[in-house]
C-alpha cells in the first residue's frame, strides 16, 4: 500500500517566499522603508525584531536570508546553549574567509538567553562575522543586554489587524495545495480572527483543524460553522494566549484590582495568570508603571518596593517569583491611591504641545559667556539656597503660564503632606479648591 505524503503545517505550507508575497509590517518593508531598503541593498545589519507572536518575524528572517544569499542558520534560545552558538560562529568564520560568504544566524526569543550566552554573540556581531537577527515578544531594553542591543538595529513589528489576517486567511483558502481544492465557506471570519488574538500561525493551526473537523459534502464544499471554530480552539493555551485577548483582560483585572484597593481581587488574578504561564516579569513591570500612575506621591515608597520586586522576580524566577508578585500586589492594593502625578504630566504634555515655542525665562537661563551675560541671561535668578527655608518665590514658568499649577496633590497618605508644605511656600495654591 502506497504511503500518503506527510505535508507539513499550513501555516509553513502557505509562508511567504518573498516581501512581495509578505503581509502587513508596511511601517517597515513597505517601498522605501528602511528594512525594505536595507534588503534590497544587500546591506544587511544585525537587528532585533520584537513583536507579537505569530506577525512574521521568522518569515522575514528567511526571506531576508534568501533575498541576499547567505548561509542560514535557526536556532531557539529555549532549547540551544553556549556550544551550539561557538560552533555556528567557527563554521561562519570559516565561510567568511575562504568562500566570502556571509551567515545570517536567527534566534528566535533570544530573550531566552541568559547575560553570558548573549555575550557570546558580541565579538563575532561586531567584527561582522554573524549577522545577527533576535526575534523576541519582550522589550529588548529590558531582556537584551546593552552592548549587544547597542550593535543592533531594533524593528518593531506590530500586531496583525483584521485587514492582515483575512489577507492571510484568503492566501491560505486560495493558494494552499490542500485547502485550495475545497471550496470552503467561514460562517464567522471575525470569530476566527478574535480566537486567534492577532497570531496568524495560531489562527492557520485552527483553521486546518476546522477543516478537518468539517468534512466536505458531496460537491466538495465545507462549512466552518461558529461551533466547529469554537471546536478547533479548545485547547487550553488558546484559551490564555500571551497576545490574546483573555491576556489583556486578566491583566487589566489584576491592575484595576490594585488601583481599586482590593488585595484579595488582585492576588487572585495574579494566581490565574500565573497558573497560565504568564511571564512573571511582565506581571512586575504593569506594577512598576502602577506604583507611579496610580499610587504616586500618596505612598512614595510603593515605586521603590515595585522595582525591588522587578529585580528580585528576575534574580530568583519561578515558582518562588509568585511570593514576591504576590507580596508586592497585596501592599500596593492597601496603599492609598493618587493619580495627581499622572495628570500633571499628561497636562503639561498637553500644554507644552500647544505652545511648542515658548521661550525660557531669561532668569532661568545659563550664562556661559560674556555676551550672553550681557543679554541678561540669569539676571536677577534667586538662588534658594540663600533665603530662609531654603525658599524664595519666584517664576518658573514661560510668562504666558506662570500661574498655572498642574501638580495637584490629594488629602492622601504622604501627599498630604506635601499638599500643606506647598500650600505653605506658594500663594496661588491656597486659591485651589479642595
Excluded at 14 to 39: A, C, N, T, W
Amino acid at each position: 500500500m502506497k504511503q500518503q505524503k506527510t505535508l507539513p503545517p499550513l501555516a509553513d505550507r502557505i509562508r511567504p517566499r518573498s516581501l512581495d508575497e509578505f503581509i502587513g509590517q508596511e511601517h517597515i518593508i513597505g517601498p522605501g522603508k528602511p528594512l525594505r531598503v536595507m534588503i534590497e541593498t544587500g546591506q544587511i545589519q544585525s537587528m532585533i525584531l520584537w513583536g507579537p507572536p505569530g506577525v512574521g518575524k521568522t518569515t522575514l528572517a528567511k526571506i531576508i536570508s534568501e533575498m541576499v544569499n547567505a548561509n542560514f542558520y535557526q536556532i531557539n534560545a529555549v532549547l540551544s546553549g553556549t556550544k551550539e552558538l561557538k560552533e555556528i560562529i567557527e563554521k561562519a568564520e570559516s565561510d567568511l574567509k575562504y568562500y566570502d560568504r556571509r551567515t545570517i544566524l536567527f534566534i528566535d526569543e533570544i530573550h531566552r538567553f541568559n547575560k553570558a550566552q548573549q555575550s557570546v554573540l558580541l565579538n563575532s556581531v561586531e567584527n561582522g562575522t554573524i549577522v545577527l537577527i533576535g526575534a523576541t515578544t519582550e522589550n529588548p531594553s529590558f531582556e537584551i543586554i546593552s552592548p549587544l542591543l547597542s550593535r543592533c538595529q531594533v524593528f518593531v513589528l506590530e500586531p496583525f489587524g483584521v485587514r492582515e489576517l483575512n489577507a492571510i486567511l484568503e492566501r491560505a483558502l486560495t493558494k494552499d495545495e490542500v485547502l485550495s481544492k475545497f471550496k470552503i465557506e467561514i460562517e464567522d471570519r471575525n470569530l476566527l480572527f478574535l480566537y486567534s488574538g492577532g497570531d496568524a500561525r495560531v489562527m492557520l493551526n485552527a483553521l486546518e483543524i476546522a477543516t478537518k473537523l468539517a468534512a466536505p459534502d458531496e460537491n466538495g464544499r465545507i462549512l466552518i460553522t461558529k461551533e466547529i471554530i469554537s471546536e478547533a480552539f479548545q485547547r487550553r493555551h488558546f484559551k490564555y494566549d500571551r497576545a490574546g485577548e483573555e491576556h489583556y483582560n486578566m491583566i487589566s483585572a489584576f491592575i484595576k484590582s490594585i488601583r481599586g484597593s482590593d488585595p484579595d481581587g488582585a492576588v487572585y488574578w495574579l494566581a490565574r495568570m500565573l497558573l497560565a504561564g504568564e511571564d512573571p516579569k511582565f506581571i512586575a513591570r504593569r506594577m512598576i508603571i502602577l506604583a507611579s500612575e496610580d499610587i504616586g506621591n500618596a505612598e512614595p515608597y510603593a515605586l521603590t518596593l515595585a522595582t525591588s520586586c522587578f529585580t528580585a522576580v528576575d534574580y530568583v524566577g519561578m515558582p518562588e517569583a509568585r511570593i514576591i508578585l504576590a507580596q508586592v500586589a497585596t501592599y500596593l492594593a492597601s496603599c492609598p491611591k493618587s493619580n495627581s502625578a499622572y495628570l500633571a504630566i499628561e497636562e503639561a504634555i498637553e500644554d507644552a504641545q500647544k505652545f511648542p515655542d515658548l521661550p525660557v525665562p531669561l532668569h532661568l537661563r545659563n550664562a556661559p559667556t560674556k555676551l550672553m551675560e550681557e543679554l541678561g541671561y540669569g539676571r536677577d535668578y534667586k538662588y534658594s539656597h540663600d533665603f530662609p527655608g531654603h525658599f524664595v518665590e519666584q517664576q518658573f514658568l514661560p510668562d504666558e503660564l506662570r500661574d498655572k499649577i498642574y501638580y495637584k496633590p490629594t488629602e492622601l497618605g504622604r501627599e498630604k503632606i506635601l499638599k500643606e508644605r506647598l500650600e505653605s511656600l506658594w500663594q496661588k495654591r491656597k486659591q485651589i479648591k479642595k
